[in-house]
Every structure is written in C-alpha cells, then in structure tokens.
C-alpha cells in the first residue's frame, strides 16, 4: 500500500477516534438528560419566580409535597421569554424518580436540538483538529528539512 493512502487511513482514524470522543463528550453535557426526560418526564406545572439574564427564568414546582427551584430557558410549549411574567404558570417536565431533573418546555424539542448540535460538532470539530495537526506536522517537517539543509 502506498505511503500516502496509508497515511489517509491513520487521518481518518484519528478522525474516527475524535468523533467519538468527542460525541460522547458533548452528549453528557446535556443530551443525556433530555433524553431521559423525553422516554420518562412526566409533565407539571411551574411558577416563574424570577427572569434570568440570557433569556433564562427561575422556576418552581413541588411533586409529593416537596419544592424543586430550577433555571432554564423556557422551551417549546411556553410563551416566549419577552411575554412571560414572574408569577406565571409554565410547563416543564421532570424525572419522577428523581425531580431535580427537569427541563421548562418540551424534552423532545430540547432533545432535537441537542442532537442536530452534537451531530455538527461531531462532524467538523474533529476536522478541525485532523486539520491543525496536519499543518503542525507540515510546518515541523518543514522546519527541520530548513534546519538540516540551510540556505
């Protein structure tokens, strides 16, 4: 096999390898809980009791008698962040089995937007790097055919 194709498939190795790092990465920080809520939430209803910077609010909801106060953003299925008031009512969904997981809004949209992100980070974020190391490798082997072989 030539030199060439051989140093391909080490690129894209390194690319497979990254991809998945880095899919698995991203899919804790926030996809794993929207999935959960998705296959599992179930739906109550919210209290605004304080609007956030970065379009976020401050929620509260209670389940078997205790309160969870929660921050995000508001979500499909919720009036947009301009229109709503501290003291209203939204909708969010939260794992029975453990409530501080919640999200305001629809789990399944928050899921698809996650994983649409995941899936562009996934495919460039590890081009990128393929991409700097292969100029880093370029210019030190440039570097050192200058240095064996000045002018």
Not at 22 to 39: E, P
Not at 124 to 130: E, K, L, R, S
């Amino acid at each position: 096999m030539p030199a060439s194709n051989t140093r391909w498939i080490g690129w894209l190795a390194l690319w497979v390898i990254l991809a998945v790092v880095f899919g698995a990465g991203f899919a804790r920080v926030n996809w794993t809980r929207y999935y959960a809520l998705s296959r599992r939430g179930v739906s109550a209803e919210a209290l605004v009791v304080a609007k956030e910077a970065h379009q976020e609010v401050r929620y509260r909801f209670s389940v078997a008698g205790q309160t969870f106060d929660r921050i995000g953003h508001l979500g499909t299925g919720n009036p947009p962040y301009a229109s709503v008031a501290v003291g209203q009512t939204i909708n969010v969904y939260y794992l029975p089995t453990d409530p501080n997981v919640s999200c305001a809004g629809s789990p399944e949209s928050w899921l698809n937007r996650e994983t649409r992100l995941i899936v562009l980070l996934v495919a460039f974020a590890p081009i990128f790097v393929v991409f700097t190391i292969q100029w880093w490798v370029k210019r030190m082997q440039v570097k050192s055919a200058e240095e064996l072989h000045p002018s």
